[in-house]
Every structure is written in C-alpha cells, then in structure tokens.
C-alpha cells in the first residue's frame, strides 16, 4: 500500500507531523522503531507504591550496570520508568576517544515525550540571531516573526502552563493560567528583581496542564510529579495524550510499531525520495512508498538514517550531514540553605520548578569570555527523610527530627549555549553493528571554551543571587556533565540559507531532496539555553503545512 | 480505517508485565533468604530506627530489604560484602549485649564514618540503605510519614505547624532535599 506521507518516528515531532498531514488530509504512515504503549492502559507502573516495587523505585543496580548503564543516569530514570528507556547493551553506540556522551534513548511508541521534562520557551531573536550576530555556524534562514504563530498554535493545542513575563528573551506564549512559586521562590524572586531588575525568576513553563481539555479527554494536573510514567490523565503532553487521538480521529493515519528504518530509498533520476526500508520485528526488511518523507526519528537517529542511506550519506552534498551536533552545557550551578521560612510549607508536587531566563549577552555584550546566553533552572524545596543520610545519628530523636518537614533548600541548575563546531559530529562506525546489523553511530562531542566561561560565570552569579536573597550557599560547580546530559542534543542537518553549506532550508526540507524533510532535533542550527522541544514542535507545524502546500501545488 | 499494527500481541504483553511484578520480587527474595547476617541486619535497622508510635525498621522488614538492597548493588555497594564487615566491625558479641551497649558500639561507628575516618566508611551506605528501606516502606512511608499518590492540588505556601509530618512523596525532596 501507498501512503501520501511516511512520518519516521512517534515522539515529540513525530506526533505532530502525523497529526497536521493526516488533518490536512493526507495519508499517513507513522513508523515506530519500538513497542505500542497505548494511552491509559499501558502505564503499567503509574499506581504503584514504593512498597509495591521489589527495589522500592530504586531498581536493581546491578542490572542497571549491566544493561542500563548510561539510561540509569537520567534523572526521569527510575524502576517505575525502567520500560520507557533504551536498553544499553542492546542498543550500543560508539564515542570517539575523548567523548564523553550520554545518549538518553527511549524506543517505544511515544518515544520520549513519554519521558521528557516537559519544559516549554519560546525562542526570540537573540537566539535565531545567534550565529549571524557572533559567526558561529551558519545563520538560520529563519527569525521569530516566522515562527510565531506556530508557537501559538502548539501551545494553545498540547496545553503550556505558565506566567506572562514581558520579556524580549523569552517571549510570552498562548499560557494556561501559571502553578504558584512557594514562599522561598516568591521570595527570591522579589529580591533578585529589586537588584537585578533585568533578571527575572519565573515558574517553569511546563506541557502540564492546570485547566482541562475535556474535549479531548484531558484533564488537568493531578500534582503527583511522576509524568515518566505515563499519565492517564492526559495532564501532560505526550504523543499518546494529544497528538496521536488527533491524528487517529482523522481516519488518515496507519502505525507500524516495533519496525526499525534502516534507509530512506532514493530515486537519483527524479532526486526524489519514494520510501523506507524497514526491518520489521521478524527482522524481515520491507519497503513502504510515499509522495513525502518526514524524519522524525530523534535527532542523531534522523542523522543515522541519512548517513546510512547512501554512500557519504543522503541529502548531503553540503558536506555538513552529521556535523555540529550540540546539547546545553549543564551543572548544578549553586544549591543553598534558604533559612528564615520554617513555619511555611507547601502542598502537593509541582510538575515544574521555576527559570531565571537569560540575562546576559543581549543589547550589551556582558559575557565573560562567551558570546551568548545562559538560563537557569530549579526551585525551592524542603527537605524531608533523605536528610537522614547526611545526619550523624540515629534512634528515637533521629526517627523524630525526620518526622517533620527539614530546612529549605535551592537549586539552580544552569544550562548554558552551546557553541555549534564542525568538530563535534556523527559519523557511522560501519565496523560495529547493533542487534539489526546495522552501523553503530559513532559521537565526537566535546564542549569548547565558551560554554565552560558561561557555566564559570553562571556559578558566580548563582551564588551571589542566592547569597543576595539571604541565602546560605552550600555547593556550585562550574564544569559541564558530559554531552547529552541535559538531553537536549540536537543538530546534524541544520537548517540554512544555502546550500553549499547546510542540509535544510527555511522549510525543514532538504536542499537536495525536495519531499524530504527533517523537523526533529537534527534541523538545529544553534542551540539557545532553552529547552527546544517547543520550537520542534512549532517547526514541524510550520514544515507539515509548507508541505502540504507544495503537494497541492504538484512542486514535490 | 486507522489501525495499530502491533506485532507484540497485547494480552502476551500484560500478562508478561503481570507476571514479571510477581514472580521477580520471589525470586530475590529466595536468592538472598539464606543469609547469616538476617539477624544482625534486622537489629540494626531496629536500633536505627526504634519503635515510637509507629513501629520500627526492623519489625518492618528493614533488615531484609538491606541485605536485598545489598545482593544487588545498591548506594554503591558493589564488590565490598557490608554485612560481613558490619558483623565483624561490631564483633561477634554484639547481639548478644544488653541494649546500650549494642546503643553504644553502632554510635561509636556511626560518630567514626560522620567523622570521616575511612575504615568506617561503609557505615555510610548501610545507614543510607535502612532509611530508604523504612521510609518506602508502607509503614514508614505512609505512617510514620505522609504519602499522597495523587494530591489533586497544589497549594504553594500554607502554615506548617511543628507537629505536621513530612511526607514520604514528595519526590523532589526525596530526590534533593
């Protein structure tokens, strides 16, 4: 069977691909490497109690090394969550000798918008202007007046939660109305803002939803905070709560699951692409055909099947297929005792903590040794049994103490831009193959000298806001985890104006092949210090319906 | 028509899952149920956490979940047996010492590890282990302190009265605090 449309992929970008092509009225096949995981009826762990777990949610550690090495590293990563990752040994991947890279995978049907976290900003002009303004990499053919009726739409259809704020750096959004900051976030806020006027402490931007959308069998926030389990309420975006039942309504959408794409086929005579090639879960292969092809595989996954596609890689006679991949530089920035707040208190888990945007490097040039931004991320939080571990101690007093709600802490983690380099790339390693022998994608990653300056400086300046609202600073650190942490990798097929020098255009779609489009990760041509999800998901949106518009036109 | 093709059929699938919460945790439990140490642990856990208005962490199976917790790596506990080198650290009268003396030889330990002496060190994760053992247990999780799996609201600034218990569920806390 034919299909107008093959959608590779089901997460975060795959969802939204299927569900604006199948409601423009085209037919749909979505292909999906992992297992189904249907909504409400597949979370198999989302009731379960810690009592209820043979680990206690802790999970068998010794397994985990074995089998979970690098997922076990996830912080969503938990023996509640355990399904809703890769196995690592079964899914290896290589690292060039000085790369240091955590790959966090999930391979179902969802993929990882079952398990991200969930945060939702717009980027503005700062970060589309990034790369023109300071000559790293190339510039993006696109600015935020392009993009910004597509932010609209996405929010107002997965549902964001947030606060208005005003702020050129982080423009406001389509928000359902905003969680409240408890009392030490609300105090820090007001003295960070008396000080620093320009810096702005605001509650996280989430996909949690604190208004239903009945109509579409969602409702709001429960305030459990354990989203990677999946959630049958519906209260977080996920493909399985939103996107999927859209695309599914519309009659036009087919899913494959358990199939992995080993290849785009390639017609050189029409320089058209006119299908997948898949290996199914008999390990069979099968081809499917369409007029289109949508990459939404992840962004080094989209990356692996164009290398894999042709000899020196599809869609790649610029030469920069595979280069200039990027995550956020990320660290524990500042954490400190916030005394004073000891007979107040807060109920229930908030889904989200709270942002301090950028602040540096916009009208003025103030960044030490960097030439762009860094955001941070965290919150307040009172501690409760795990302090016992750091307490000398124990019997009847120590049980009390531990009774009752402990100090108030705060974290801000910061997330620094990462610098797109032609040396930090994907390559495939054709002498080590996976369980479908198939090559294993090989990462070169290391940060630069730019992001290790913006994390030293956001270290300083955590602290001294911290410090600054009466806080007693216990921690900070200035040097990045390893690439991948802050699961935010992204890059390999940037988008740009030409194409000597780029994989895609304006539109998401190649340069060199005209129904194909990659509008995952993999498009990125620099990285902002926001999460990028959202601007995924608005370029997808804006990318389904050029497409869309150029099939009717019969231009691809 | 829209359809799923799913290779995997569903109900294989759930009754895989099913199958796999069940069995699993009997498993462990057999693989480590010989233990020597069942004893020494459950006293400990007890002596870590004591009976108050609720009961303590060794009537609730603290001890045991340990020596699982240990089996299997867990607070990196891999490739150093801590409960034989808990029972030699204590000496071999020690359970059968009268109360403060048993009270005595863990605060020595424990004052020694919080001290930073190095031989002391392993203290650490069985300590670490005991508490989580006990606070995700339904008791100490759900007694002693407060569990809500779904709160259903959040209310970000509310008086805490001295008396008010923590709860077991706050995940952030558990995880930073």
Not at chain 1, 147 to 161: C, L, M, T
Not at chain 1, 348 to 375: A, C, E, K, L, W
Not at chain 1, 419 to 447: C, E, H, Y
Not at chain 1, 512 to 526: C, E, K, R, Y
Request: hydrophobic share 40%; aromatic share 10%.
């Amino acid at each position: 069977m034919d299909f107008d449309a093959i959608v590779v992929g089901s997460g975060i970008t795959g969802g939204w691909a299927a569900k604006e092509l199948t409601e423009a009225g085209l037919k749909v096949l979505m292909i999906e490497r992992g297992r189904e995981i249907r909504h409400q009826q597949d979370y198999a762990t989302e009731m379960k109690m810690p009592w209820d777990m043979p680990f206690r949610g802790h999970g068998d550690s010794d397994l985990y090394d074995r089998e979970y090495a690098v997922q076990r590293l996830n912080r969503h990563f938990t023996e509640f969550t355990q399904p809703n990752f890769v196995n690592d040994a079964q899914n290896p991947y290589q690292t060039g000798e000085d790369t240091r890279f955590t790959w966090f995978r999930s391979y179902q049907l969802g993929g990882r918008s079952l398990t991200w976290g969930r945060q939702c900003y717009r980027w503005s002009d700062y970060d589309f202007g990034a790369n023109a303004r300071d000559g790293h990499g190339t510039d993006w053919p696109i600015r935020y007046v392009d993009i910004a009726p597509w932010y609209d739409k996405v929010e107002s259809f997965i549902g964001v939660s947030g606060a208005k704020e005003g702020l050129k750096q982080l423009p406001d959004g389509q928000f359902q109305p905003p969680m409240g900051l408890n009392v030490v976030e609300t105090h820090v806020r007001a003295e960070i803002a008396k000080r620093w006027p320009e810096r702005c402490l605001t509650v996280g931007r989430t996909a949690n939803m604190t208004e239903g959308k009945p109509e579409e069998g969602r409702a709001p926030c429960q305030y459990r905070s354990l989203c990677a389990r999946g959630c049958s309420y519906g209260a977080y975006f996920s493909t399985q709560s939103s996107t999927l039942p859209a695309a599914m309504k519309t009659g036009n959408l087919t899913v494959i699951t358990d199939a992995v794409v080993e290849a785009l086929e390639y017609d050189p005579a029409t320089k058209r692409v006119t299908g997948v090639r898949y290996i199914d879960a008999k390990k069979q292969r099968q081809t499917v055909r369409a007029r289109i092809v949508f990459l939404n595989a992840g962004a080094f996954n989209s990356v692996h099947i164009l290398l894999n596609s042709a000899p020196g890689g599809l869609a790649n006679s610029s030469g920069t297929l595979g280069t200039h991949i990027m995550d956020h530089a990320n660290t524990l920035s500042a954490a400190a005792l916030m005394p004073g707040f000891e007979t107040r208190t807060s109920f229930g888990n908030r889904p989200t903590g709270v942002v301090i945007p950028r602040y540096r490097n916009m009208d003025q040039m103030d960044g030490v040794g960097h030439t762009r931004g860094f955001s941070f991320q965290g919150g307040a939080l009172q501690s409760t049994w795990t302090q016992g571990n750091r307490m000398e101690g124990f019997g009847a007093e120590y049980k009390d103490k531990l009774r009752h709600p402990g100090p108030w802490r705060m974290v801000l983690v910061g997330f620094a831009d990462c610098v797109p380099r032609a040396s930090n790339r994907l390559t495939l390693d054709r002498t080590k193959v996976d369980a479908n022998g198939l090559p294993q994608l090989k990462i070169d990653f290391a940060f630069g000298k730019e992001e290790h300056a913006a994390l030293a400086q956001a270290k300083a300046e955590a602290a001294e806001m911290l410090t600054a609202a009466g806080g007693k600073v216990i921690m900070g650190f200035d040097q990045p985890g390893p690439g991948g942490t802050a699961i935010h990798e992204m890059g390999g097929a940037r988008m740009g104006h030409d194409p000597k020098t780029s994989v895609l255009n304006q539109w998401s779609q190649s340069h060199d092949i005209a129904n194909l489009f990659v509008t995952d990760g993999a498009q990125m041509a620099s990285s902002a210090c926001q999460n990028p999800s959202l601007t995924y998901m608005a370029l997808t949106a804006r990318a389904a319906h050029a497409a869309v518009g150029m099939l009717r036109e019969g231009r691809i | 028509m829209p359809k799923i093709q799913s290779p995997m059929a569903r109900r294989e699938f759930m009754a895989g899952m099913a199958l796999l919460m069940t069995v699993a945790p009997s498993l462990v439990q057999a693989k480590i149920a010989p233990s020597p140490y069942q004893t020494l642990l459950r006293e400990v856990a007890q002596l870590v956490i004591p009976r108050s208005t609720t009961p303590g962490a060794g009537e609730v199976g603290v001890g045991a979940f340990v020596l699982l917790a240990l089996a299997h790596g867990l607070e990196g506990t891999k490739g150093f047996d801590h409960a034989a080198w808990l029972k030699s650290t204590l000496g071999p009268g020690f359970l059968a010492q009268p109360l403060p003396k048993r009270r005595a030889a863990l605060a020595a330990l424990d004052a020694r590890a919080f001290a930073g002496d190095a031989a002391a060190k392993p203290w650490l994760a069985i300590k670490r282990l005991i508490l989580l053992g006990y606070y995700t247990s339904e008791t100490g999780g759900s007694k002693e302190l407060r569990y809500e799996h779904v709160p259903g609201r959040w209310d970000p600034d509310l008086p805490l009265k001295p008396t008010d218990r923590a709860f077991s569920s706050d995940w952030s806390a558990v995880d930073f605090g």
